[in-house]
């Protein structure tokens, strides 16, 4: 059984960084595409960056370019993401999420088959 368990998420101000991560358990992420999306209340959940397994390409979405990095570490099996500049569109619940496919380009909700239960990032102005 795929368990991904998210955690890092909390209030901070605008400017500030923050490292999310999510640990997983029954599947390899160096071998698993790994992405992380993001929800607000009222909007529908939105790709934020992925990274592909095996070959380890990552993409994100125009707004966090630049700001934001996915990565994992193989040997404890755990997926991050880096956010430094944050602003307030940022906040939302960042969950991770993994696929049994091996998509080429996974940026869709529906290219993902596990995903964690969530974590709060709220950035301030």
């Known amino acids: 059984q795929v368990q991904l368990v998210e955690s890092g998420g909390r209030l901070v101000q605008a400017g500030d960084s923050l490292r999310l991560s999510c640990a997983a358990s029954?599947?390899?992420?160096?071998?698993?595409?790994m992405g992380w999306f993001r929800q607000t209340p009222g909007k529908e959940r939105e790709f934020v960056a992925y990274?592909?397994?095996?070959?380890?390409?990552?993409s994100y979405r125009d707004s966090v370019k630049g700001r934001f990095t996915i990565s994992r570490d193989n040997a404890k099996n755990t997926l991050y993401l880096q956010m430094n500049s944050l602003k307030t569109d940022d906040t939302g619940v960042y969950s991770c999420?993994?696929?049994?496919?091996?998509?080429?380009?996974?940026?869709?909700?529906?290219?993902?088959?596990?995903w964690g239960q969530g974590t709060q990032v709220t950035v301030s102005s």
């Open positions: 990274i592909t397994g095996n070959t380890g390409i990552t």
């Open positions: 029954g599947r390899a992420v160096s071998s698993t595409n």
């Open positions: 999420a993994a696929g049994r496919t091996a998509y080429l380009i996974p940026r869709s909700p529906t290219h993902y088959n596990y």
